[in-house]
């Protein structure tokens, strides 16, 4: 049973609203809404022997001295509340926050759990979340991710009142299906589980209760995954022959030759597609590896084979960039290519849907425009979906439903270890192309610090003086949108009106209509614009060859991937490139990070070092599959309990199933998240 979170006691209309920001709808969305981490609260430091700064916050537990407000501007308060203890004082600052000083009352006791610095020569923490009296040593206390507008109080008070719930109704959270596997997992009952996540007395539970959890989820998953690929296989498929003539002219009239990588995925592509059950393939590439081309050859397949082809990509520029290649390469062959976007209309719509139906449309190059009811398709043989993360399962999903099981190709830009694409993208079969077309020039990255950055900005105007064009990416964090957009337009309208005031300046970010958002693209594509200053969502896949360098802003809030995605914008011609990542200075695994991606450039061993480096956190790829976000399990750190649930769902898929019983207990975990699982 679904309960909204609006039954939790203390959950109002507002709260429910900054929750749903969270992805939270449901109790059980809520219980399943792990910690981030646990604070250890089982020590208090005495205050004048924490050492400066301390990289964990601490407790310490001291008397309200002085109470202070001061007003340094107009639109600025700042409480400051001084506790001590034997051995040291600090002060407690709060900014903007002049509700917070009736909590205080001098000589009261206080404890507080926070960060400390050095400030003006003494001890400061800087919005400490502060407990009125001794706290009781004993236990870990969750902290959570936050959205603006939420505090963790509310989430653990919301927490506690949600396992009462689940005590009391029984039926609110997910339970794997009872193999002997998930025996050997099941440390406590499902309940106790959630309990130990959220407020552990030991972290030995915790972890037990972690795996216990993974176990489940990731059984679900696989689950899930191979179910969609027995259906998938269960069509009869479009059986091609051999190649023929527009293939041969196709590749005959390449402007260069294809690599071991390219030649490799066609392969496996004709394979599928001369054999007797649909094709479910995925290719991943690095950005620029070439999978285009490899695109324009199945399509070409599939066309001599008197089917027709379509080709859908996230953004109206890239479906019109494909657009053109796709003109340039196919020239002179047989062959009606269309282009279908959301500024294809009147006449110029109708004749292209008319053309699509008779069969005269072969190719169909488009973005979501292609899925839109009134497209039919005459017979539709193979979907071939770009940069696949960016639809959702439904979308891509809906194109496939325009034929008859087509052949279907999913691309994507995102490289993972060999060792898990069996996992995440269990249901498919993978080609990777893993080298760049010849001549491409490495991007030189250079990690530097704030120190350098004049000379940065001198660098880029030098290369802008030569003609080149200039990313600089700011970093965006969730917990505050708001905040970073500022950051971002701050920025943009500081460089526009100084260093750069001689230059056409543009700025993208993630509030933007797609429409302005797709403007400002494409004048940055046509060379108008010189300097692109953009948020984190520079669109992927863009390809402006004459941008030359860019300048990372806060290069440390970026995980490895991202920040090899970003640099995938530059070096996509034989110009010289630069990436250049700047960044205040950071612990020693931001400098292991930032190293890592100033001497390796290929992503699929970068991936890997990403697995070694970070212990949490979502695999990139997991979710852009259109897969649910995974809330214990963690692929990288649980690969060994992965290959348990991968085994142990494949043998239990063996024996007879109760295929209504099994989607039961799927739609129960994953519910409107994994909607469509079986549907495509
Ligand atoms: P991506 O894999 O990122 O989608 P594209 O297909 O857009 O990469 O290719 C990037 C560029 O490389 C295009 O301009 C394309 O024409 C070119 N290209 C593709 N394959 C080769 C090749 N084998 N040799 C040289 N250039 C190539
Ligand atoms: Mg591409």
Same mark, same amino acid.
């Given at each position: ?545 004459? *941008? #030359? ?6 290069? @440390?809030?970026?995980? =490895?991937?991202? +920040?090899?995605?970003?640099? &995938? %914008? ?79 769902? *494949? #043998? ?6 109760? @295929?209504?019983?099994? =989607?039961?207990? +799927?739609?129960?975990?994953? &519910? %409107? ?8």
């Amino acid at each position: 049973m679904d309960f909204s979170i609006r039954e939790i006691k203390g959950i109002g209309l507002r709260k429910e609203k900054l929750f749903a920001r969270l992805g939270i709808m449901t109790i059980a969305d809520l219980l399943q809404y792990f910690p981030r981490e646990y604070e250890d609260r089982n020590h208090v430091l005495p205050i004048g022997q924490v050492e400066i700064p301390s990289d964990t916050p601490v407790l310490i537990c001291g008397k309200v001295g002085t109470i202070q407000e001061v007003r340094p501007r107009r639109s600025m308060t700042i409480l400051k509340v001084v506790i001590s203890d034997n051995s040291g004082s600090a002060e407690l600052i709060w900014f903007n926050q002049p509700y917070r000083k009736r909590f205080f009352s001098k000589g009261q006791i206080l404890s507080a759990f926070g960060k400390m610095e050095w400030a003006y020569g003494h001890r400061q923490m800087n919005a400490p979340e502060v407990e009125n009296g001794l706290v009781q040593p004993g236990g870990f206390v969750p902290v959570y991710g936050l959205t603006e507008g939420l505090y963790q109080a509310d989430v653990r008070n919301a927490m506690r009142e949600a396992l009462h719930f689940a005590a009391e109704h029984g039926d609110v959270l997910p339970d794997s299906i009872p193999t002997d596997e998930y025996a050997q997992y099941r440390y406590m009952p499902n309940l106790a589980a959630y309990e130990n996540m959220h407020f552990p007395q030991h972290m030995k539970q915790q972890e037990q209760a972690r795996k216990q959890l993974a176990f489940a989820e990731l059984f679900d998953m696989q689950l899930g995954l191979l179910l969609r690929r027995q259906h998938a296989r269960m069509a009869a498929g479009i059986k091609c022959g051999p190649n023929g003539s527009l293939l041969r002219q196709l590749v005959h009239q390449l402007p260069f030759t294809l690599t071991k990588g390219q030649i490799k995925a066609f392969l496996d592509i004709q394979n599928d597609m001369e054999g007797e059950v649909p094709m479910q393939r995925l290719i991943q590439g690095d950005v620029g590896s070439g999978k285009t081309v490899v695109a324009a050859m199945a399509l070409a397949k599939i066309v001599e084979n008197g089917y027709q082809g379509a080709l859908m990509a996230p953004t109206e520029i890239l479906a019109v960039q494909h657009y053109e290649e796709f003109c340039r390469l196919f020239k002179g062959c047989p062959l009606r290519v269309a282009l279908l976007t959301g500024r294809t209309t009147g006449k110029e719509r109708a004749v292209i849907l008319q053309e699509l139906k008779e069969g005269t449309v072969q190719i169909l190059i488009g973005t979501h425009a292609l899925i839109q009811e009134d497209v039919d398709f005459f017979d539709l043989g193979l979907v071939v979906t770009d940069e696949q993360h960016r639809f959702g399962v439904k979308q891509r999903a809906a194109l496939q439903n325009k034929g008859r099981s087509p052949h279907t190709l999913y691309m994507t830009a995102t490289p993972i270890p060999r060792t898990l694409t069996l996992s995440i993208y269990g249901d498919l079969d993978v080609s990777s192309i893993h080298e760049m077309p010849p001549g491409r020039k490495i991007v030189k990255t250079y990690a530097v610090g704030e120190a350098m950055r004049k000379r940065i900005y001198r660098f880029l105007e030098k290369n802008m003086a030569q003609g080149r064009q200039c990313y600089i990416v700011c970093p965006l964090v969730e917990e505050s949108e708001t905040v970073d957009l500022q950051a971002a337009t701050a920025l943009y309208e500081q460089l526009r009106t100084t260093v750069f005031s001689n230059r056409s300046c543009g700025l993208v970010h993630g509030r933007m209509s797609g429409k302005d958002k797709e403007a400002v693209m494409e004048a940055f594509q046509k060379g108008d614009i010189q300097l692109l200053v953009a948020t984190s969502v520079i669109e992927v896949g863009v390809n402006v060859p004459n *941008a #030359a360098v860019i300048l990372v802003d806060g290069a @440390e809030r970026f995980g =490895l991937a991202q +920040l090899h995605q970003l640099r &995938g %914008r530059v070096g996509r011609s034989n110009i010289q490139s630069y990436c250049i990542l700047l960044s205040a200075k950071g612990s020693e695994e931001t400098k292991q990070r930032l190293h890592w991606m100033e001497t390796i450039h290929d992503g699929f061993i970068l991936a890997e070092k990403d697995l070694l480096l970070r212990g949490s956190g979502h695999l990139f790829g997991y979710v852009q599959h259109g897969l649910p976000d995974l809330k214990a399990a963690d692929i990288i750190r649980d690969v060994s309990i992965l290959m348990n649930a991968r085994e142990s769902a *494949a #043998a239990f898929l063996q024996s007879p199933v109760d @295929e209504e019983y099994v =989607l039961r207990i +799927l739609k129960r975990r994953f &519910g %409107r998240h994994f909607d469509g699982l079986l549907n495509n």
